[in-house]
């Protein structure tokens, strides 16, 4: 058991000089590294659809106030036109926090929810995660390499509600230390098209040509199990893929395994073990 405190775990004051400090190692980074962001938007859409997914964006969250999920919207909303259109060309790499830069009240963002420490909190600009969330699923059914890719790791914080996808493919950001980036290593341009209806959030991922195979991500083996007196999530998640042509699975790759404290009550039926 860790018996002393990290130093932005001291105070409120600690923590703030940790968080500035964290961000200005990144700042530094980004200024003088050699990666190349995307950076251009095209109002045109490429001509080839590779995968679209809609995501609801008022779902139960345990009781979490629902006028953070009203707020989220609007941050969603104001977040979106920095990254529609984006095209991400061969040898760039695409970083959320580059084009979306720091949600600042000024700007119209909201408080929204956020996850701090394993739990439930609140901070201007959250609930963006789910941008990420579905920015991360359209980049995993694409040959597009993840190179930056944080989880809410360890804990299982609320029951499934209308879930389309499986658990453990989510993501984590924080203003600008905690990224979500991918990189174009192919030789064809891709895209990523976002929008809202009044119930959704909508995305596309494109490109010039169509693929030769496609992708499947599915979870196996999960379950709850108990140990001790606390009950875990876990289960594998695989992504798998597939010749369009022939439908033979080319790979199968294991991309997350699950092993989550579960924060909500469950039945015992529903329990192994």
């Known amino acids: 058991m860790r018996s002393r405190k990290l130093f932005c ?3 409120p004051l600690t923590y703030q000089i940790s968080l500035y400090k964290c961000r200005f190692v990144r700042h530094m980074q980004n200024a003088f590294s050699l990666t190349r962001f995307a950076n251009e938007i095209s109002k045109k859409p490429l001509p080839v659809l590779i995968y679209k997914q809609n995501s609801l964006m008022r779902r139960r969250l345990g009781d979490v106030d629902l006028q953070l999920q009203e707020n989220k919207v609007v941050n969603l909303n104001l977040s979106i036109p920095k990254v529609t259109g984006i095209l991400i060309k061969p040898k760039e790499t695409f970083s959320f926090w580059h084009l979306v830069g720091k949600c600042a009240q000024k700007k119209g963002y909201l408080m929204g929810l956020t996850i701090a420490n394993g739990s439930p909190s609140c901070g201007i600009g959250g609930g963006l995660c789910q941008f990420t969330n579905l920015i991360h699923w359209l980049i995993l059914h694409t040959p597009l390499e993840i190179v930056e890719h944080h989880h809410h790791d360890g804990v299982d914080l609320f029951p499934d509600y209308g879930r389309q996808i499986p658990f453990g493919t989510g993501t ?6 905690v990224d979500y980036r991918f990189k174009n290593n192919s030789d064809q341009t891709y895209q990523l098209i976002f929008y809202t209806t009044d119930e959704n959030l909508c995305g596309e991922i494109r490109s010039m040509v169509p693929l030769n195979f496609k992708y499947h ?3 196996e083996d999960q379950r709850f199990i108990r140990v001790n007196k606390d009950v875990f999530r876990v289960g594998k998640i695989f992504r798998e893929c597939i010749d369009k ?29």
């Open 172 to 177: 984590s950001i924080m203003y600008n230390h």
């Open 217 to 219: 991500i599915k979870s």
């Open 245 to 273: 042509t022939t439908g033979i699975v080319i790979s199968k790759e294991l991309i997350k395994e699950n092993h989550a404290r579960v924060m909500y009550p469950i039945e015992e039926g529903k329990i192994d073990g």
């Open 9 to 11: 775990e001291i105070s």
